[in-house]
């Protein structure tokens, strides 16, 4: 079947602009998690949703990042007045919950010029 | 806080040879443990997991056994192959908070 799919797969854009990276999971996965991954680094969690709410957003860095899942399915990850800092590979997962693997997409490769 | 050690690649082996990664965690409460792989051109994959305390996880050769009394989960396998060359990532959740806690990754060149 279908697996998590994120677009775009690269996203190259200018230090200051405003950047939207979209995750499809799994049909059916109640849970959807963002991580990012900064060269030569694991993953680093960032937030995740269960059904529609957010229900840790702890990893989130500051408050120029916000994430939304209003239907309880696809997930928009946004980053707003982008620095070069958040240059990174931006990973989604998914999963049925509880302790049930997570899935992960291809990531999203975010360069800020 | 919660963090995962794990042991610094890169690691180049031969063929047929025996493989161990180490991975030490920090958590709170009753983690998971997991072993994740992301191999050339292709994203994270789940290799293995274990729940509790002596739990072993398998998988494609490769195992882990789930030490509370050392806070350890070490992967290995017994005679790779050129194919397992990849980047292997330790994990660790919380029971009740499904975020996942990352190690660096072991990047591991399997030569013929």
């Known amino acids: 079947g279908a697996g998590v799919s994120q677009t775009p797969s690269n996203k190259v854009t200018e230090k200051g602009k405003y950047v939207e990276l979209r995750c499809d999971p799994i049909?059916?996965?109640?849970?959807l998690y963002w991580y990012r991954q900064s060269l030569g680094q694991g993953p680093e969690f960032l937030i995740y949703f269960q059904g529609t709410g957010a229900a840790d957003d702890s990893g989130l860095p500051n408050d120029r990042f916000f994430a939304v899942r209003p239907e309880g399915s696809v997930s928009t990850l946004k980053i707003q007045r982008t620095e070069r800092g958040d240059s990174a590979v931006y990973l989604c997962?998914?999963?049925?919950?509880?302790?049930?693997?997570?899935?992960f997409g291809d990531g999203t490769r975010l360069s800020i010029l | 806080g919660d963090s995962v050690t794990q042991m610094e690649g890169p690691v180049t082996l031969s063929e047929e040879a025996f493989l161990t990664i180490n991975c030490t965690y920090t958590a709170t409460g009753y983690p998971s443990l997991f072993w994740y792989v992301q191999y050339p051109g292709e994203g994270l994959q789940l290799l293995l997991k274990?729940?509790?305390?002596?739990d072993k996880g398998s998988n494609k050769g490769f195992e882990a056994t789930y030490r509370k009394e050392t806070t350890s989960f070490h992967l290995e396998k017994g005679s790779v192959q050129v194919s397992d060359s990849a980047v292997y990532f330790c994990?660790?959740?919380?029971?009740?908070?499904?975020?996942?806690?990352f190690g660096t990754g072991t990047r591991l060149t399997i030569i013929p």
């Open positions: 994990a660790h959740n919380n029971f009740g908070n499904e975020k996942l806690t």
């Open positions: 997962a998914s999963s049925l919950g509880g302790d049930q693997p997570q899935h």
């Open positions: 049909s059916g996965h109640t849970a």
């Open positions: 274990a729940t509790k305390a002596d």
